[in-house]
């Protein structure tokens, strides 16, 4: 039973700093949420600027093949 307890002390401090460990801001190009210092993965851009864009196939060359 002491050891349970022990255990169960011990879990819930490590998920109330694990929950505090993690920010979720608004992206300011979007508005989705997205991870703090990291890419938005709905629009692709960090600090106002486009870092990754996506190519897709046009519907014509698809036909075609």
């Known amino acids: 039973m002491r050891r349970n307890r022990r255990h169960a002390i011990w879990q819930k ?6 929950s505090n460990a993690i ?3 608004k992206c ?14 709905v ?4 600090a106002n600027q486009q ?3 996506i190519k897709t196939k046009s ?6 093949a």
């Open 59 to 64: 519907k014509e060359k698809i036909l075609e």
């Open 43 to 46: 629009c692709w851009y960090y």
């Open 28 to 41: 300011s190009n979007c508005g989705a949420d997205k991870l703090a210092h990291r890419v938005c993965k």
């Open 13 to 18: 401090s490590v998920l109330k700093k694990l």
């Open 51 to 53: 870092v990754l864009t």
């Open 23 to 25: 920010n979720v801001v």
